[in-house]
Each structure stands twice: as structure tokens, then as C-alpha cells.
């Protein structure tokens, strides 16, 4: 297992991955609009989520990235703490596995990944 990376994503940078990605859906960015859609409040982008999983995959000095999959298992609020954990599925053939977890362990993202 490799050493997990914590990190909480705060309500400032989902509005500058908004700004960065185009993406500015109200879900993400307006309390409002968002609870009236049925959330406790505003969610991250996937994306946003996703890149903790590449950014620790660098960190753990794995190996450069050639592919990477994710499947999103749950929301992520602004605020809650996160851990990125992952682990060689097989190790020679740089394969591994990636999962963004809040301190609960409800599992918010999993994910594969390929390094050379």
C-alpha cells in the first residue's frame, strides 16, 4: 500500500476548476440551485475528484501514467476530508489501484491505473 494523501477539497477551488473546466453547472457552484436540485448543498466536479487520484499516483513516484479509469461512488462536499489510498495490483506490470475515501470511508471515487 502506499502512503495515503489527505486533502479537502474547499468551496474555492470547485469554483476554479469551474472557471478552468467550463463547467459551470449551478450543482457545483450555487447553494441554492443545488439543494433545490435534492443536494445538501454543492458537490466537486468528478473531475476535480478524480485528479486527487493522479495527482497521489505522481506523488507516490510510481512511474509515469499511462492510463487511468475511475468509476465516481458518491458525492463530495466542499470542506469534507479526504484520503487517496492505493495499492499494486501487480506490481510488474505497473498496475495499481487508486480510491478517494472521506474519513468515514465512504468510498467517493475507485480507480485503476498503468504506469511505465
Not at 499511462?66 to 495490483?89: C, H, I, N
Request: one cysteine or more; a negative charge.
Amino acid at each position: 500500500m502506499f502512503k495515503p494523501l489527505y486533502w479537502t477539497i474547499t468551496a474555492e477551488e470547485i469554483r476554479e476548476y469551474a472557471a478552468a473546466s467550463g463547467d459551470f453547472n449551478p450543482i457545483h457552484t450555487d447553494p441554492d440551485y443545488a439543494q433545490k436540485a435534492g443536494l445538501k448543498g454543492c458537490i466537486a466536479h468528478g473531475m476535480l475528484v478524480m485528479a486527487l487520484g493522479s495527482r497521489a499516483i505522481r506523488e507516490w513516484g510510481t512511474g509515469n501514467l499511462t492510463s487511468y479509469e475511475a468509476r465516481f461512488q458518491a458525492m463530495t462536499y466542499p470542506d469534507e476530508p479526504l484520503v487517496v489510498k492505493g495499492s499494486w495490483m501487480d506490481e510488474e506490470a505497473g498496475k495499481g489501484s487508486v480510491t478517494v475515501q472521506n474519513e468515514k470511508g465512504e468510498i467517493k471515487m475507485k480507480g485503476t491505473f498503468t504506469v511505465k
